[in-house]
Nanobody, 131 residues
Framework: QVQLVESGGGLAQPGGSLRLTCVAS????????MGWYRQAPGKECELVAG????????NYADSVKGRFTISRDDGKNTAYLDMNSLKLEDTAVYYC????????????????????????WGQGTQVAVSS
């Protein structure tokens, strides 16, 4: 019953924009920290952006700071990632993630897949940046 579903991925040109959407069901996303991770072939699962459950405080990977914005709408059980000024190196599968606020969000994971209790992952959405 617990599910995170991402949408909005696709092909974009360098300098372009995309908006990723993550809809949670089966649990209250308002009780969890939400994050967007990405994984490119042969790379670790990297935290791109995170947002806390209570204060809404955000954090970003240095590589996307100033270009990406994470937000949440707890009334809709939804999180977003607005990506601007896209670069070739942004190409990856992007995953929505929910984590218990006491655990927080790790900067890197071996895989963008469930490892601990009280965390949830979406199936991922492909973002390809190419000219």
């Amino acid at each position: 019953q617990v599910q995170l579903v991402e949408s909005g991925g696709g092909l974009a040109q360098p300098g372009g924009s995309l908006r990723l959407t993550c809809v949670a069901s089966g649990f209250a996303a308002s009780d969890y920290a939400m994050g967007w991770y990405r994984q490119a072939p042969g790379k670790e699962c990297e935290l791109v952006a995170g947002i806390t459950s209570v204060s809404g405080s955000t954090n970003y990977a240095d590589s996307v700071k100033g270009r990406f914005t994470i937000s949440r709408d707890d009334g809709k059980n939804t999180a977003y990632l607005d990506m601007n000024s896209l670069k070739l190196e942004d190409t990856a599968v992007y995953y929505c993630h929910a984590s218990h606020p006491l655990r927080g969000l790790a900067d890197f994971r071996t895989q963008c897949a469930r490892e601990f209790e009280y965390e949830f992952w979406g199936q991922g959405t492909q973002v390809a940046v190419s000219s």
